[in-house]
Nanobody
């Protein structure tokens, strides 16, 4: 069982920055990929970014590429999402997810474990 807990959400003005964290615990030795998804009110959950634990290789949705950066700490127990140049369209609940697979998938079904989310509101 893998447990994921997001933190760092909050209210930020457009153009600002925010860093989200995801604490990972449990049996993670076979979890090769972790990522971030987000869900705005009335919308489907959408892919934001994913990272391969071993290499640090990352994938990004077109909507956030160049503005967001995914990373993990040296012990590979915490996942981060550094968000910059935030837009009102980025407002959503952000979810941390982990996969037991090896591909940095962009579909919610590619991931086995989920956190409960942290709310990000970007004001204009």
């Amino acid at each position: 069982q893998v447990h994921l807990v997001e933190s760092g959400g909050g209210l930020v003005p457009a153009g600002g920055s925010l860093r989200l964290s995801c604490a990972v615990s449990g049996r993670t030795s076979s979890d090769y990929v972790a990522g971030w998804f987000r869900q705005a009110p009335g919308k489907e959950r959408e892919f934001v970014s994913a990272i391969t634990w071993s290499s640090g290789g990352a994938s990004y949705a077109d909507s956030v590429k160049g503005r967001f950066a995914i990373s993990r700490d040296n012990a590979k127990t915490t996942l981060y999402l550094q968000m910059s140049s935030l837009k009102p369209e980025d407002t959503a609940v952000y979810y941390c997810a982990a996969s037991e697979g090896w591909r940095r998938g962009s579909n919610v079904n590619d991931y086995n474990y989920w956190g409960k989310g942290t709310l990000v509101i970007v004001s204009s």
